[in-house]
């Protein structure tokens, strides 16, 4: 799939969540935060990125709106 969006035939931000589900899967810390690991007394629970700091700049760079505008869907 990187092959694919380098060429332009694949959405970088398919390529986010392709990535951050796949290391969810595997127990690791995401990169994007796509991926919430549940719902907690009506709050979404992300699954922990690995630089908190940096989702936004991270999620902007591939077209996914910001952080806390993404959880928040999930209220």
């Known amino acids: 799939m990187r092959q694919a969006v380098s060429a332009g035939a694949a959405d970088p931000r398919e390529l ?3 990535r951050d589900r796949t ?9 994007c935060g796509t991926q919430i690991a549940g719902v907690k007394d009506g709050a ?3 699954w922990p990125c690995e630089e908190p700091e940096r989702v936004d700049e991270l999620r902007a760079a591939v077209g996914i709106e910001p952080f806390d505008e993404y959880v928040a869907r999930f209220s």
């Open 16 to 18: 986010a969540f392709l």
């Open 23 to 31: 290391l969810v899967n595997e127990g690791r810390q995401q990169v």
């Open 44 to 46: 979404p629970v992300p």
